[in-house]
């Protein structure tokens, strides 16, 4: 066994170096204190640095800047067909113009009209005739002038008479027209007071009443569609998780690149039973007032839903996703009760969207969550798991 001899000052040396060395090494990190789900680390700990905490945010609620597409009201809407077929001799109305209700839209010279008009007229004197017959016969009667028979027929002859009248008005009312007009010539009239949002109609052109039951498109195409622009209907597909925040009745805000910083009112009218198997969207519909008709058809708007106070109310708060660990199928995180301490609490979650989680009990509005550092304090307060 070989020994080492080194001289004595260099071996004070070595000996003061290794104290030194010791000396200059840091000191353990404190230990954090456990009590049951509380984890406390004591003031100025290092591990502190390595946790990030937040405060919880109430849930908003809202689907924000969906996009929606804007569309005339079917209840504020007419397709104006002709009910008689014949001529245009003119027009009335263009694009654009503003109609009100009865108000002329074309002149047509029709042959139809005019037989209606004639049956009306035919009718309404025959009716004066079976009524003069029938006074006449009554009259003959009640001095024994005529028989019983020749009553009875009279007031038959007058039933048909009136049943006729009927029968003419009714398919004069039907055209619209008057038996105070003097010609065949129809004027189509607009049934409601609106704009003329589309015409397809000229002077010249030959139209017909059947002309709504052809296949081609060209013919369907109605006459007129006027329309009352002052309330839209709007088209929202809305995805799956948007769904659970919708509600029937719910007020909406509207807003078009084409007027920044106006706001539209409006409101949800109606949700689509079923999904579309393409785009897996639902079909909003939902009605924008529209007083000033600056809004116009086929616009696309950018859409905000507001909620009802009591339903945010009970909505929860809402957190960043990595905030939350599972356990067992349970959803757990840390939140912060004063500096150094905090307490695991399991919480109800919600659909994930855009790197936010509703957490809809558990956490109250304002309170601390650890949103970085969770499973190191999980890792303190059980190591199994």
Not at 16 to 31: F, H, N, V, W
Not at 131 to 155: C, I, M, P, S, Y
Not at 290 to 300: D, T
Not at 317 to 334: C, G, H
Request: aromatic fraction near 4%; glycine fraction near 8%.
């Amino acid at each position: 066994m070989k020994h080492l001899n080194l001289p004595t000052g260099l071996l004070a040396l070595l000996v003061l170096a290794g104290c030194a060395k010791e000396a200059t090494q840091s000191p353990e990190p404190p230990e954090p204190k456990v009590d049951g789900e509380t984890v406390t680390y004591p003031e100025n700990a290092p591990q502190l640095s390595y946790i990030t905490v937040q405060p919880a945010q109430a849930r908003r609620l809202a689907v924000s800047h969906l996009t929606g597409r804007l569309y005339l009201s079917d209840d504020a809407t007419v397709r104006i067909f002709t009910p008689v077929a014949g001529q245009v001799t003119s027009v009335k109305a263009d694009v654009g113009q503003d109609v009100a209700a009865g108000a002329p839209l074309a002149e047509i010279s029709s042959p139809d009209y005019g037989q209606a008009l004639a049956d009306a007229r035919s009718a309404e004197a025959s009716l004066v005739a079976a009524d003069r017959t029938l006074v006449r016969t009554r009259d003959l009667f009640a001095h024994d002038g005529v028989a019983q028979k020749d009553v009875e027929a009279a007031e038959a002859a007058y039933g048909a008479a009136a049943a006729e009248r009927d029968r003419a008005a009714a398919r004069l009312e039907l055209y619209h027209g008057s038996k105070e007009d003097t010609d065949e010539l129809y004027v189509l009239r607009s049934p409601l007071a609106g704009i003329v949002v589309e015409k397809n109609i000229n002077p010249g052109q030959e139209v017909r009443a059947d002309q709504m039951l052809a296949n081609a498109t060209n013919l369907y195409a109605p006459l007129f569609v006027v329309s009352d622009p002052r309330r839209l209907w709007l088209q929202v597909d809305a995805s799956e998780t948007d769904l659970a925040d919708l509600q029937q009745g719910e007020r909406i805000q509207v807003t078009s690149k084409a007027y920044p910083g106006k706001v539209f009112g409006g409101a949800i009218e109606n949700i689509g039973p079923s999904l579309d198997p393409v785009t897996r969207t639902a079909r909003i519909r939902g009605v924008v007032e529209n007083p000033e008709k600056l809004l116009k058809a086929e616009m696309y708007v950018m859409v905000d839903v507001v909620r009802d106070e009591s339903r945010v109310a009970a909505a929860g708060v809402e957190i960043p996703s990595k905030a939350v660990f599972t356990i067992d199928r349970n959803s757990y995180l840390f939140v912060e009760l004063s500096p150094g301490r905090f307490e695991r609490r399991q919480v109800g979650i919600g659909t994930e969207k855009d790197g936010k989680l509703p957490l809809l009990s558990g956490v109250s509005a304002g309170q601390r969550v650890v949103t970085d550092g969770g499973l190191l304090l999980q890792a303190v307060l059980d190591p199994s798991n």
